[in-house]
């Protein structure tokens, strides 16, 4: 069974950083994606970050420049540094697991429980 724990979540003054850590258990398998998302208090989930197995990365719009994700495929995890961080990062952020199991595309897709970073202004 695939589990995923997040990790360094925490309040922070605005203009510092976080860096958050996501560890992967029980996949025999290498992930084709690894993924960062958040959601904040009533707001849809939104695409953070993204790294694909070949190091390929995306960022939100909101993001780029200021957060870097990273792997680490040896320890099956993957971060989020998140710098020069402001109020509206505030969150719950999940980390998002992706592997394709069939030639059709069908794939398997994983969640980690989330980890809270508040920002204060």
């Known amino acids: 069974q695939v589990q995923l724990v997040e990790s360094g979540g925490g309040l922070v003054q605005g203009g510092g950083s976080l860096k958050l850590s996501c560890v992967a258990s029980g996949s025999r398998f290498a992930f084709d994606a690894m993924y960062w998302y958040r959601q904040a208090p009533g707001k849809e989930r939104e695409l953070v970050a993204m790294?694909?197995?070949?190091?390929?990365?995306n960022y939100a719009e909101s993001v780029k420049g200021r957060f870097t994700i990273s792997r680490d495929i040896a320890r099956h995890s993957w971060y989020l540094q998140m710098n020069r961080l402001k109020p509206e990062d505030t969150a719950v952020y999940y980390c998002?697991?992706?592997?394709?199991?069939?030639?059709?595309?069908?794939?398997?897709?994983?969640w980690g429980q989330g980890t809270q970073v508040t920002v204060s202004s």
């Open positions: 790294i694909s197995n070949g190091g390929r990365e």
């Open positions: 998002h697991a992706r592997r394709v199991i069939s030639v059709e595309g069908e794939t398997d897709r994983y």
